[in-house]
């Protein structure tokens, strides 16, 4: 610019007067005008200008220029543009890509193109198998291709399951007995045993079965039984029941370390199988003689017992019960009033919380309770409060009756106490003499004696009233 201005006051001498710092008059000023507005005309951006029409082309042409340059810099800095003397734009050094004002690697249109649409029509990307609706075609072989290999096209593929060895098989069936106990649904065992490659492991799966319900509870027999019964014809063979059999047999000095009673078991297994059709009817006769083990010559004992008592009229199909949540509830109440009579002439408390235990129905227990204290309430003597007294004692004691259970059946004798009594007048009165050694014994808390309700009794003149009668409670 400095070099313009130069050259610009060489070719045009500045007289004297406009040099001059002082300010001009108001003659001065009007004398002067025309010259001052062509000289502001000849100025264009600070560059004093000759008049030619070409010159004042070209200056306005490098301001605008310049403007778009200093307009763009931010955006185009690492271009490193710059104009020349004739005001082209000169391609400078470039500046380095990781500069933040760098856009030579942005992929971003600057030019506002491009309709919005995914790339490449939503078929590119990470993590993407193509165009949605896309339809692939089985790829054609190439007999060109160099690992081409003729004998592979009419192979067929198919998925090959090993058989299960000893330590697999009972990794993989025993949670499968062990769930079935749980839910009972003999057809998903079926499923589970066909998806597994059993082999020479498949007669294994009765005596798996069995030798876990022997350490279970009477209703884990049960569906034991119903599974073998379920499993023979379609997943097992009778052979291999028998073989199963055998087997346990064989191993009867080994189980009876775990399960004292396993011996009895074992042979109302059998005997059960044999009424199910599952073992034969001369498989326990085929045993006469044979048989110097006194564990197994106990079971086959006991499973020919229960065959000829079955032809007497047992129910062998009935022999281990059913579970507490599959009985009836009228079956119930009836086997604990059966149990409460037993217990009372006997006396015998253990075998009493053996057969309470056994009904396997710990959510059922309150209606125990309930009808001891209706034995007690229609009883005569002293000999049955007692006795009843000291049976929910020991049961308390145990935890095999919770708290929770014991509070239930208290307060739904409470509750029924009214209706009680219109049988036995007495009930109020024998109601809280069992409630207050039920607190002294420490079977109930002080909470629920308190809700004990009380009879309330007519209070006459006699008793000095003043001849006013009073319904109360004491």
Same mark, same amino acid.
């Given at each position: ?37 062509k000289n502001l005309n000849n100025e264009i951006n600070g560059n ?29 800095? !690492? ?24 856009? %030579? ?5 600057? %030019? ?72 009972g649904d003999t057809n998903e065992v079926a499923e589970l045993l066909?998806?597994?490659? %059993? ?100 079971a086959l004992d006991r499973a020919a017992v229960l065959l000829k ?14 579970? !507490? ?12 009033? %059966? ?136």
């Open positions: 610019m400095a070099t313009d201005c130069e050259a610009w006051l060489n070719a045009n001498p500045v007289e004297s007067w406009d040099l001059s710092d002082s300010f001009v008059s108001g003659e001065e000023d009007n004398s002067s005008g025309v010259i001052s507005n004093w200008l000759s008049s030619s029409s070409n010159n004042i082309h070209e200056a306005r042409l490098k301001a605008k220029a310049k403007r778009r340059l200093r307009k763009n810099s931010s955006r185009d800095s !690492g271009r490193g543009d710059s104009l020349s003397d004739n005001g082209d734009a000169v391609r400078g050094t470039l500046v380095a890509p990781t500069s933040p004002k760098s856009k %030579l690697l942005d992929r971003k249109s600057r %030019l506002g193109k491009g309709r919005g649409l995914p790339k490449k029509g939503g078929a590119g990307g990470k993590g993407v198998w193509g165009r949605s609706g896309e339809v692939y075609e089985p790829e054609e072989v190439d007999e060109k291709d160099p690992n081409y290999d003729e004998a592979q096209e009419n192979c067929v593929y198919e998925t090959v399951v090993p058989p299960l060895d000893e330590r697999d098989f009972e990794k993989t069936v025993t949670p499968i007995v062990q769930e079935y106990f749980e839910h066909a998806e597994l490659n %059993l082999g020479p492991m498949q007669s294994e799966v009765p005596s798996l079965a069995v030798s876990l319900a022997l350490e279970a509870k009477a209703s884990h027999r049960e569906l034991t039984s119903r599974l073998l019964a379920n499993l023979c014809g379609s997943v097992l063979s009778h052979s291999d029941m028998e073989s199963s059999f055998d087997k346990l047999l064989r191993d009867l000095p080994e189980l009876v370390l775990d399960t004292p009673g396993a011996p009895q078991l074992l042979g109302q297994f059998i005997a059960r199988a044999v009424n199910d059709q599952i073992l034969s009817t001369s498989y326990i006769e085929s045993y006469k003689g044979r048989v110097d083990c006194e564990y197994a010559r106990a008592m079955s032809m007497g009229g047992l129910r062998i199909d009935n022999q281990w019960g059913t579970g !507490g949540g599959q009985r009836p509830v009228t079956q119930l109440i009836k086997e604990m009033n %059966l149990l409460l009579k037993e217990y009372i002439l006997s006396g015998d408390g253990k075998e009493a919380e053996r057969c309470l235990r056994d009904l396997e129905v710990p959510h059922f227990h309150h209606e125990f309770v309930y009808e001891a204290m209706v034995v007690v309430l229609e009883s005569k003597g002293e000999k049955t409060f007692k006795m009843v007294l000291q049976l929910l004692k020991s049961l308390s004691a145990s935890s095999i009756i919770t708290v929770d259970q014991m509070r239930r059946g208290y307060e739904r004798v409470y509750m029924d106490i009214a209706e009680i009594n219109i049988d036995v007048p007495r009930a109020y009165f024998i109601l809280e003499q069992f409630v207050d050694a039920s607190f002294s014994m420490a079977i109930i808390d002080a909470k629920l004696r308190d809700l004990c309700p009380c009879r309330g009794r007519k209070r006459f003149v006699s008793e000095g009233d003043g001849g006013v009668i009073k319904f109360e409670s004491y």
